[in-house]
């Protein structure tokens, strides 16, 4: 499961953070490993293009996105994140990726967000950990 930043930053090409992720991306196209994002993520990375304004960027950025797992938010999903938030005071973005990530399993929750540092229950890979 894959937060919103390392996206953006790869989609982007940051030039500071881009690759401590692209590796991860690399190994997903390689059938290495699956990524999986939330529909959160989804909207927070169109949020930025259609602000601006560029919304065939936006349509490029979804069609490149919809190649993952894209995993809606459901009420056990919502409930999960009602009980994170609680637990570790997260905001409602970040308790609902961190709630999906449990939900499905994952393997672990790539972020840049040292929020989730203090998160037990799931391996939490930050950019310069992977």
């Known amino acids: ?15 500071k953070f881009a690759d ?17 994002l939330s529909t959160i993520t989804l909207a ?6 259609l602000k601006a304004g560029q919304t065939a960027l936006a349509k490029r950025y ?3 996105l919809s190649h993952y797992a894209v ?3 459901s009420t056990p999903i919502a409930a999960l994140a ?3 938030r609680a637990q570790y005071r997260l905001k409602l973005p970040d308790a609902i990726q961190l ?28 950019g310069d950990t992977i």
């Open 82 to 84: 009602a009980q994170l």
């Open 99 to 126: 709630a999906t990530a449990l939900d499905i399993g994952a393997a672990a929750f790539v972020t840049h967000d040292r929020e989730f540092s203090q998160v037990t229950g799931i391996d939490i890979l930050l």
């Open 1 to 15: 499961m894959v937060d919103t930043a390392p996206f953006i930053y790869v989609l982007e090409s940051h030039p």
């Open 44 to 49: 927070e990375i169109l949020t930025g293009p």
């Open 62 to 64: 979804e069609k490149s």
């Open 20 to 36: 401590q992720f692209v590796g991860l991306f690399e190994a997903a196209a390689q059938g290495n490993l699956t990524v999986a």
């Open 71 to 73: 995993i809606p938010v």
